[in-house]
């Protein structure tokens, strides 16, 4: 059985920089189940049943996706709207998602740096992802650091992409412990924020 699943939110794959390239390397990947949402629901019209499965079935779940004006795709937006609902994902049993783990993996265009107080964006990456960890802190679950890939507007360099896919690759790797809980893999040095 899987123990990721990764909900992939990208509207225009043809274009990406790196985010395709990541997730070639997560669907290769054996503890993942690729959930590529704009291929599955290309009119927004998302299958409520089989993503609440989906999320019953995982022990891990990742959201990928570039960071479109410090969010999400729309579809992931509209994903977390229709299949987070009260009784599945929280409120009066809605205990389904209650112990698993949560966490992102995206793409930015900008620098490392850009991403800091002093920055040219004037926040971190935690900053932005914050309503989406909140969300999945109501519904019961653990927050793990997000894997980022910064400066995609710029990493043209093919030894740079090699190594971020080398390091997306060592993360779905740690990810794929299941008995680590995610205290434990916040200790971990590749499952943290600098």
């Known amino acids: 059985m899987t123990q990721i699943l990764i909900l992939y939110a990208h509207p225009a794959q043809q274009f990406s920089r790196m985010n395709r390239l990541l997730a070639e390397v997560a669907q290769r990947h054996a503890s993942v189940f690729f959930n590529d949402l704009y291929h599955h629901y290309p009119n927004f019209l998302v299958d409520i049943e089989r993503e609440q499965h989906l999320l019953q079935t995982h022990h891990t779940i990742v959201f990928q996706h570039p960071l479109y004006w410090y969010s999400t795709p729309a579809i992931l937006k509209e994903w977390q709207d229709i299949v987070l609902q ?11 998602l209650r112990g698993k783990r949560f966490t992102s993996a995206i793409t930015v265009g900008g620098a490392e740096s850009e991403y800091a107080v002093g920055g040219h964006n004037k926040n971190s990456i935690l900053d932005f992802l914050l309503p ?14 997000p894997f980022v890939s910064y400066g995609v507007h710029y ?10 896919l ?3 690759s060592d993360w779905l790797n740690k990810l794929g412990h299941t008995e680590m809980t995610a205290a ?5 040095d590749m499952l943290r924020l600098p």
């Open 132 to 145: 989406i960890r909140q969300t999945m802190l109501t519904c019961g679950m653990s927050l793990i650091d």
């Open 184 to 188: 434990d893999l916040a200790t971990d």
């Open 166 to 168: 080398d390091r997306f």
């Open 86 to 96: 009260p009784g599945f994902a929280y409120g009066e049993g809605g205990e389904y």
């Open 155 to 164: 990493n043209a360099n093919s030894t740079v992409k090699h190594s971020e």
